[in-house]
């Protein structure tokens, strides 16, 4: 007995003093760590659902402050970069060093799994070269119009609502804005008719909000473990696991091509060319011709219909959040102040009436383009409030921090903290304010190598064109139609969330008034 008590206390005294060693790796390093909360790291407060790691992120930036920080997730120990300058660095010309993002992929079991954001070396590489020409501005405006109706269907819905709410005209603005955003996806990317406007209970609504109403333990966990343990995600998947919104619209994906290539339906959508670069392995530059259907033998195709599913979707969730976020926060800013509305309504005015739009509701390619002013507000929106609050790579090779002497190994991750980089006074003067006049080319009164809201250098997101113009549509929309009431200043607080982005904790309300 005795013995067994002894070799008891002896292991639990090795467990011990190997925990504790782990996790003071980064100090005997000698470099700067943020204290860690034995056994989750910096995690305990996202465990604990009472911070996001958006913000847990923000809060260990402002405790430091060298280049680096070293931090624990978990037991996996990783970087937080807080130096600018170095951060871009990591994305453009060391990005030998840190190609991937080092998050779960499996493309031959799982190929839901291969999208452009997790796909890794050569295989991201050519893919991100086939897809490329689908973002280009001519494929952008050959979509236009299927924009362009979603936000007069939006119009029509908001001079509804207020029409029947009389005097209590306040509107939840970031929920309006996802389903304008949501309604653009399942048009152009998933090639379906639908008006979630009208008819908020349709099927790709239905599938996209499955995702929300989710609160399976098991999906939060693959979830956090694509990001934090990838062999625990792909276990998983080994075992059976699946995302049922990702097989849903995979399914529904299909039914849709299989529709279109057996009725030669073609529309001027992303789908189209996804179905193109699918049969042909390439999309082409020739915007008159991509839009052709050209089909082949199945055993003849490119990629699958999995393949072309996990693109679709990696769009769905990035574009879908990112526009309405982007759009709402900055009608939210606009309402604060009053100045900046005038100006922003003024140039819209203007726009309208030198494209001969004036009284028409509509908007062209061109004169989204010709809003200057509001491509400044848009900046500003995207520095303050990023759509990722932060960025993550992972060392791919032995790499050297400039300026010290310690080496960062392959395999580390690697955490770019935007949301405190674009709030830092270093960098951005009076960085709690909401100044679009930063961005003028004769001022500039900003650190430039701190401003990457889509990321920096090969991997930067692939349709960011697409979303600012999804944006801008939206914006432009509302103050054609609406009057801003002005509101009082108040900063934004955000709320835990699973997903890697910054949601308000009490929304986002303004109030609204049909414009004369």
Known sequence: MWAILTLLTLALGLLYQFVRRHYSSWQRLGVDEET?????????????????????????????QGKIVGIYMMNKRSILVRDAQLARQIMTSDFASFHDRGVYVDEKNDPLSANLFNLRGASWRNLRKKMTPSFSSGKIKGM???IDDVGDKMVQHLKGVLERAGADNEIEIKEMMTTYAVDIIGSVIFGLEIDSFTNPNNEFRAISNEEARSKSLLLKIHNMAMFICPPIAKLMNRLGFESAILTALRDMMKRTIEFRESNNVVRKDLLQLLIRLRNTGRIGEDDDEVWDMETVQEELKAMSIEKIAAQAFLFYVAGSESTAAAAAFTLYELAMYPELLKEARDELDTVLQRHNLEGTGKLTYEAVQDLKFLDLCLKETLRKYPGLPFLNRECTE???????????????????????????????PNPEGYDPHRFDADNMNYDQAAYMPFGEGPRHCIALRMGEVNTKVAVAKILANFDLVQAPHKEVEFRFDAAPVMVPKEGLKLRLNKRK
């Open 36 to 64: 860690p909360k034995i056994p989750m790291g910096i995690l305990d407060t996202v465990m604990k659902q009472e911070m996001s790691l958006g913000m847990v992120l923000s809060d260990i930036y402002k405790r430091h």
């Open 144 to 146: 236009f119009g299927t």
């Open 398 to 428: 032995d790499y050297l921090v400039p300026g010290t002497r310690h080496t960062i190994t392959k395999g580390t991750p690697i955490l770019i903290s935007l949301f405190a980089i674009h709030r830092d006074p270093v960098y951005f």
